[in-house]
């Protein structure tokens, strides 16, 4: 069977295209498209990416469940690549859910879309007019640095506005940051905002890759001279989530709380945590999201797949940053019933 035109691209972390709700926006298809694909096809493409998975129990259980319900014809019924799409994708969440994990109808290779095309005039005024994911900074009272961040951006083109906000935020007696709703990103954007806390080089994670590669290890280390800015490496650190936390946000808060640098506060998050690639596949017009490694943290020995980040401090997203204020104040000796 012949595949054409399959395109292979990674978003390490960038989890927000392969967040569930995104399938809401896919494109409708007429019914009569449906009978020109056969859903064996799908299936095989779709069988053939999980050699890259990185629980191989899990993955035969999968690619066992979606061939049987082919042989079955669940999917013949379908109408539209759409309705496949969203089949295949709750079949395999079905054994274990894996955010990253899952199939999309995309009339065209998400390659070409302007989102994943950092170089196009558009894109960037668009991520201009986000503030390139900075969407808030300012100064608390107690002296308390706080910066939302919405989304971690490559740092090639997000690097300048990220080092603005770390140098406002470098006199700042402890820091607040507000993760709450970012789904992830760039690698390169987490090495850069977490190398500020730190006044050495600091291994954060390893992450093993699943997919066959030549150099199937790779180590995260923090690198101060990304920053030069040497006043926050003792500053309380306090990280606000919700569940709507995912991916390379998630990363960035575990990391920093399994080495003791940052208090977590607000809601478990997601638990979005393998690190993996889209497939597009021209015929079929579908995208193949597919897992390929897994990550290893140095002081638990673990991720935060399936699980979330667990906060120090749990509490309702409406009151993390209040909570966080105070913690913060106590942490500077402020009195206990000083409300600032």
């Keep these: 069977m012949k595949y054409l035109k399959v395109t292979t691209f990674v978003r390490r972390f960038a989890f927000g295209a392969f967040l569930s709700v995104h399938f809401l926006f896919a494109q409708p298809v007429i019914a009569e498209e449906m009978r020109e694909m056969d859903p064996a096809e799908a299936v095989a493409y779709f069988s053939e990416l999980f050699d890259q998975y990185p629980d191989k129990s899990v993955a035969a259980e999968m690619v066992q469940l979606i061939n049987a319900k082919l042989e079955a014809g669940a999917y013949s019924q379908l109408e539209t690549r759409e309705d496949l799409a969203k089949a295949l994708t709750a079949d395999v969440r079905s054994v274990r859910e894996d955010f990253h994990l899952g199939v999309q109808y995309s009339a065209a290779s998400p390659t070409e879309d302007a989102a994943h095309n950092l170089d196009k ?177 140095p002081i638990t020995g673990a991720d935060w797949e399936g699980i979330g980040v667990i906060p120090d401090v749990e509490t309702p997203g409406k009151d993390a940053l209040a909570t966080a204020k105070h913690l913060a104040w106590k942490a500077l000796g402020y009195a206990a019933n000083d409300d600032r």
Aim: aromatic share 10%; charged share 20%; hydrophobic share 40%.
């Design 121 to 297: 005039p558009e894109v960037l005024q668009t991520l201009r007019k986000e503030n390139f994911g900075f969407d808030e900074i300012r100064i608390l009272e107690g002296n308390v640095g706080f910066v939302h961040v919405s989304a971690l951006n490559d740092v090639s083109v997000a690097g300048e506005t990220a080092r603005y906000v770390l140098g406002f935020l470098k006199n700042a007696d402890a820091v607040i940051i507000d993760i709450r709703g970012n789904l992830g990103g760039e690698p390169n954007m987490i090495r850069l905002l977490e190398s500020v806390f730190f006044g050495e080089p600091t291994l954060m994670n390893t992450l093993h890759y699943t997919d066959g590669r030549d150099d199937p290890v790779e180590e995260i280390w923090t690198d101060p001279k990304l920053t030069d800015i040497e006043t926050l490496t003792n500053a309380p650190l306090y990280i606000l989530t919700s569940r709507y936390v995912a991916s390379g946000a998630e990363d960035f808060a575990y990391s920093l709380q399994a080495r003791g640098r940052a208090t977590i506060i607000g809601a478990k998050t997601l638990g979005a945590a393998h690190p993996g690639a889209s497939h597009y596949n021209e015929n079929l017009q579908l995208n193949f999201n597919m897992p390929h490694g897994y990550t290893v943290n």
